[in-house]
């Protein structure tokens, strides 16, 4: 199945942008997809080989969401290979443009049960979560 991708400019060095990406003290900050939505959990074993879980929950408890996978390729401040639990592949790209900008890109293989639309709008505003965040960052 065709990836999809969503993409970001972020006005941050490269430098910033990855950590706020990789470090589990910031996932928790910027993972979500609605201010409705907590991450209570986040780890990330940062190599290849290494394990990651986000976990994103509703704040009332209704619903929850675990993003989790092993790392199979990571070239630091520059792109890291994932294949989800579900066997799904994630690409995560970081591309630095100048001193203080930064492009990150996303592609992932899509699930079956929601369109392919909806899981673009949902990582789109994950994404403008994590740019507002980086941002905010010095």
């Keep these: 199945m065709e990836t999809i991708k ?3 400019m972020l006005l941050a060095p ?3 942008v990855w950590d706020c990406f990789a470090d589990p003290k910031h996932i928790s900050k910027w993972f ?11 780890v990330n074993d940062l190599r290849e080989g290494g394990k990651f879980n986000y976990t ?5 408890g209704s619903f929850g969401y675990q993003f989790s996978g092993t790392i199979q390729e ?27 900008t930064t492009k990150f890109t996303m592609l992932f293989e899509p699930e ?5 639309e909806t ?19 010095k």
């Design 56 to 60: 994103m929950e509703a704040k009332d």
């Design 119 to 137: 899981q673009k709008r949902f990582w789109d505003v994950v994404l403008n979560n994590f740019e507002k965040y980086v941002e905010k960052q």
């Design 74 to 100: 990571l070239r630091e401040l520059e792109k890291i290979l994932s294949r989800l639990d579900d066997g799904r592949s994630v690409e995560f790209h970081f591309v630095k443009i100048d001193d203080g």
């Design 112 to 116: 079956t049960k929601n369109t392919r």
């Design 14 to 16: 490269l430098k910033r």
């Design 32 to 42: 979500f997809a609605t201010h409705s939505y907590k991450v209570p959990k986040a």
């Design 6 to 8: 969503s993409e970001v």
